[in-house]
């Protein structure tokens, strides 16, 4: 499956989860709008500190939604493959396998 159909589906989950639960999510959408506001990083690299985090976390549907929303807000390649070899680093050999997930996203998108 494409990174493009994984977004579509994990997008799919997402709306069927707000449908059922919209107080939570509205409240959890806050919270993502409080994070990506104006501040002293840029939103590109908030996205990317969300992949790395992914990666350590395992979580291959965040990683390609935070690389996903990091492109789209200008990072780079090579941006990506310092922060993703930070996470390597903190994460080990499992680290090596998501963050090769994540560049394989990013170059797909």
């Known amino acids: ?60 549907d965040c990683i390609t939604f935070h690389t996903s929303e990091a492109k789209a807000h200008g990072a780079t390649r090579e941006e990506l493959l310092e922060v993703l070899a930070v996470a390597i680093e903190m994460s080990g050999g499992p680290g090596t396998v998501y963050a090769a997930k994540a560049l394989a996203a990013f170059d797909e998108l």
């Open 1 to 60: 499956m494409s990174a493009k159909e994984k977004l579509a589906e994990m997008n799919a989950r997402a709306v069927a989860l707000y449908k059922a639960d919209g107080k939570t999510m509205t409240a959890f959408r806050g919270l993502m709008q409080a994070v990506n506001r104006e501040g002293k990083i840029s939103h590109a690299m908030k996205e990317m500190v969300a992949v790395a985090v992914a990666i350590g976390r395992g979580c291959e």
